[in-house]
C-alpha cells in the first residue's frame, strides 16, 4: 500500500521563475493538503482540496494555486518564485471523513530559490 | 489570533522518561495532534486526543485538558531513535483538515 508520494524531491529555481509540485495520495484518501515548512520551524497550512475543490486556504498570496485531480492526485504551483519560498513543500492526505483521521505526509520536496 | 507554544528543545537520557508540553489559544478546537518528525524527513502521526485525560500507545502517550488549553506528550523508556522534533497541531473547529502547527520541539536523547 503506496503512502502519500511527492514528486520531484529536489529542485532549483531561479526568482521569478514558476514552479509546479506533485503529489499523490495514500491509497484510500480524498482530501489533500499542501504544508510550506521552512527550516527549524513547524508546517504552515497552504490550502486544501476535497472534491477538486480549494477547501480552505492559509496566509499565502495568490501566487501559490492548486488544482486536484478525479484521481485525488494534486499539484501545487507556484508563480514568480522569490527567494524567500525556498522551503521543505509537504503534501499530506486523508481520508474525507471522521474527526480522527490523522494526516499521512509525502517525504516532501524541497524547493531552492536562488 | 491562533497561538500554540511548545519548548525549542529538551534533552534526556536513554531510558528515562521525558514529557513535552504544548498550550495552545485557538478560535476553535477540534482535537489535537502530535507528530514525529526526524531531519530530513516528513512527520508522522503519532497521537489524536479531542476528549480530557490520556490516551496510552505504548511507550509514548498523550493527555489533554481542554479547560486549560493544553497538551503533553510523554515519551517512556527513550532510546536514540527517539531523538527527533515532536510538532503539536491543534484542528480548526468544524474541520480537522486544517491544523494550526506548533513550531515543534526538538528532542536530544543522550546514551
Known amino acids: 500500500d503506496a503512502g502519500v508520494t511527492q514528486s520531484p524531491t529536489h529542485l532549483i529555481k531561479t526568482r521569478g521563475q514558476q514552479v509546479t509540485l506533485r503529489c499523490s495520495p495514500k491509497?484510500?484518501?480524498?482530501?489533500v493538503s499542501w504544508y510550506q515548512q521552512a527550516l527549524g520551524q513547524g508546517p504552515q497550512f497552504i490550502f486544501q482540496?476535497?472534491?477538486?475543490?480549494?477547501?480552505q486556504r492559509g496566509n499565502f498570496p495568490d501566487r501559490f494555486s492548486g488544482h486536484q485531480f478525479p484521481n485525488y492526485s494534486s499539484e501545487l504551483n507556484v508563480n514568480a518564485l522569490l527567494l524567500g519560498d525556498s522551503a521543505l513543500y509537504l503534501c499530506?492526505?486523508?481520508?474525507?471523513?471522521?474527526?480522527?483521521?490523522?494526516?499521512?505526509f509525502g517525504n516532501g520536496t524541497r524547493l531552492t530559490v536562488t | 489570533g491562533q497561538n500554540i507554544d511548545q519548548p525549542t528543545e529538551m534533552t534526556a537520557t536513554e531510558g528515562a522518561i521525558v514529557q513535552i508540553n504544548c498550550t495552545y489559544q485557538?478560535?476553535?478546537?477540534?482535537?489535537l495532534f502530535w507528530y514525529q518528525q526526524h531531519a530530513g524527513e516528513a512527520p508522522t502521526f503519532l497521537s489524536y486526543?479531542?476528549l480530557d485525560g490520556l490516551e496510552e500507545k505504548g511507550r509514548f502517550s498523550s493527555f489533554l485538558s481542554r479547560s486549560k488549553g493544553y497538551s503533553y506528550l510523554l515519551l517512556k523508556e527513550l532510546q536514540m531513535k527517539d531523538s527527533a522534533s515532536y510538532l503539536c497541531?491543534?484542528?480548526?473547529?468544524?474541520?480537522?483538515?486544517?491544523?494550526?502547527w506548533g513550531l515543534g520541539t526538538s528532542l536530544a536523547v543522550n546514551p
Open positions: 497541531a491543534v484542528a480548526d473547529a468544524g474541520n480537522n483538515r486544517k491544523l494550526i
Open positions: 482540496y476535497y472534491e477538486e475543490e480549494e477547501r
Open positions: 499530506a492526505s486523508n481520508a474525507g471523513t471522521g474527526n480522527s483521521s490523522p494526516l499521512h
Open positions: 485557538t478560535s476553535g478546537f477540534n482535537g
Open positions: 486526543n479531542v
Open positions: 491509497s484510500g484518501h480524498d482530501t
